[in-house]
């Protein structure tokens, strides 16, 4: 069932659940810039959940008359999807969802090892109350959510993890960085968290992460967070 939007168009479901987690663009931005937010959002959950799937070919229109959003901000949310490194354009065949490299997905996760292993230990040395909190709570929704089963949960609250280890940092570009490279791993992530087991293995490497970076312990927080990604890796290897 579809519902009015706020801005006088029918907002799809997919599009509802994408402008919750679109930015708010603000006084500059205008209404252009959210609707281009919300497309881009609602099309990169629809591929990282594999609703797209690797290799299938779409055109923007099928993508503005399913997300009820005109094409410009469409066409926008496409040119950043690109950027993302998750769709091609292809003359003559549209907007291909880009297949999934498991070479690309390995590189992404040496890239990581070494960079995330920096972030925790900046924050492992540096963080406040502000910080461990917010990790403490994102470990205590994540338990709630491999509870209830929620896959989709689960990626949220991971995604928001690490943004808050990368954030710890202090160096916006690197924060960037690693946020598109989560995302471009993360349909192999989505893939792997349908086994029960791995959504509690998560939780569990989360804590220990968030509990070395309560202790102040840096080596402990670069332990917990090379055993989280490894642990990612071999999942994917048992998984192909």
């Known amino acids: 069932m579809r519902n009015k939007g706020t801005a006088g168009y029918v907002m799809s479901s997919d599009t509802q659940t994408a402008a919750r987690s679109a930015p708010n663009p603000g006084s500059g931005g205008g209404a252009r ?57 292809m003359p003559r065949k549209g907007i291909v969802v880009k297949p999934i490299s498991l070479d690309e997905v390995f590189d992404i996760i040496e890239v990581r090892l070494i960079n995330e292993a920096y972030c925790v230990r900046r924050a492992a040395e540096h963080a406040g109350s502000g910080l461990i909190a917010a990790l403490q709570e994102n470990v205590a929704k994540m338990e709630e959510a491999v509870r209830d089963r929620d896959t989709e949960g689960m990626m949220e609250l991971d995604r928001a993890f690490h943004a808050h280890l990368s954030q710890a940092a202090g160096n ?39 509990d070395a970076i309560a202790r102040h312990d840096p080596d402990a927080a670069e332990a917990a967070i090379v055993d989280h990604i490894e642990a990612f890796r071999a999942n994917i290897t048992r998984q192909i």
């Open 33 to 89: 810039a959210s609707l281009r937010d919300v497309a881009y959002e609602a099309i990169k959950r629809r591929i990282i959940t594999c609703e797209l799937r690797p290799g299938e070919v779409m055109s923007a229109a099928e993508l503005s008359d399913h997300l009820d959003i005109g094409r410009t901000p469409v066409n926008q949310a496409i040119d950043r999807l690109m950027t993302d490194g998750l769709v091609e354009v």
């Open 172 to 210: 916006q570009t690197l924060s960037e960085i690693l946020g598109n490279l989560h995302d471009r791993s993360a349909r192999l992530w989505f893939i792997s968290l349908k086994a029960r087991e791995h959504h509690v293995s998560v939780c569990r490497q989360h804590a220990a992460v968030a």
